[in-house]
């Protein structure tokens, strides 16, 4: 109930600023999102991030905060550039948020735009009408016969690199995904990256590596969902080990977006913890492959 009442509280509003909202905008043309973002004093919200912005690119971001009668308003202007056309929606902005132990994503509403193309300027509404051509012509059926010679070309090409590709497909199946994970986890460079200090890069590839894992696993898209649909799925499941994977999860989504490092003791075993997570996972009737 307290934390329903605090969610109730986090307000996120994402707007395109004043001076762009009816502004017509092109390819290329820069323009300005506002996000707002209040919340209660004593709330840990993280800085927003986002998992991809395409068709669109971040040129700027700048923030500022307000505090005031208990609450916490925090004011970003972003500044992106569109390389797409037509009605395009900026994806939603995600927002970690932490109070006590407990620790969840919060998202953005959507923002939608139209961005038209770019028109040369001297590009005429009505072209010039052309010279006759006498008859007879047969430069269109010479066009025409190398057009058609191409796509029968490139059909033929497609057919068999489709039929190798298949062929490989088949004679080379995928390991078992307990198989294919363990493998992965070995071959992360752990010394090499904590020897540079690449801490998060370390947890990001590590979070990837077990949500490929379940995916295939448990036959659900857990790459695409947060921590929170990852764990609810696998309650529904009836995995007991759904509470050691709801924190490893947590605390890389901590260190990956909230500047969270964790103690020296973790990240050195946190390869050998993911490793556990999977053998514990795995069918019992393939136990004997570790052997």
């Known amino acids: 109930m307290i934390l329903l009442l605090l969610i109730t509280q986090i307000e996120i509003k994402a707007q395109i600023s004043g001076a762009y909202v009816n502004k017509e905008l092109?390819?290329?043309d820069p323009f300005e999102l506002t996000l707002f973002v209040q919340y209660p004093q004593g709330t840990e919200i993280s800085e927003p991030f986002v998992d991809?912005?395409?068709p669109f690119m971040i040129l700027q971001q700048e923030g500022r905060v307000i505090e005031e009668e208990g609450m916490?308003?925090?004011?970003y202007d972003i500044?992106?550039?569109p390389f797409g056309t037509g009605a395009l929606s900026i994806p939603r902005f995600k927002f970690l948020y932490r109070t006590g132990e407990t620790l969840d994503t919060l998202s953005s509403n959507m923002v939608t735009l139209n961005v038209a193309s770019v028109k040369p300027q001297d590009m005429q509404d009505i072209n010039d009408i052309k010279k006759a051509v006498e008859f007879p012509n047969l430069l269109p059926l010479i066009i025409a016969g190398i057009v058609l010679i191409g796509a029968v070309v490139g059909y033929l090409a497609y057919r068999y690199v489709r039929r190798i590709q298949k062929m490989r497909k088949i004679a080379k199946p995928l390991p078992p995904p307990w198989i294919e994970a363990i493998v992965a986890l070995e071959n992360i460079p752990l010394d090499d990256w904590l020897t540079k200090g690449l801490i998060k890069k370390l947890y990001y590839a590590l979070s990837e590596i077990l949500?490929?894992?379940?995916e295939r696993r448990f036959v659900f898209k857990a790459a695409e969902q947060t921590t929170t649909e990852i764990i609810a799925h696998l309650k529904e499941r009836?995995?007991?080990?759904?509470?050691e994977f709801n924190d490893f999860f947590t605390r890389a989504d901590m260190v990956k977006y909230a500047k969270y490092m964790p103690p020296q003791d973790e990240i050195s075993t946190v390869v050998d913890t993911a490793k556990e997570l999977v053998d514990k996972t795995r069918p019992e009737e393939t136990t004997a492959e570790k052997a």
């Open 26 to 28: 092109t390819i290329g």
């Open 52 to 54: 991809s912005v395409e």
């Open 72 to 75: 916490v308003t925090k004011t």
């Open 79 to 81: 500044r992106l550039v």
């Open 211 to 214: 949500k490929k894992y379940l």
């Open 238 to 243: 009836r995995i007991p080990q759904r509470d």
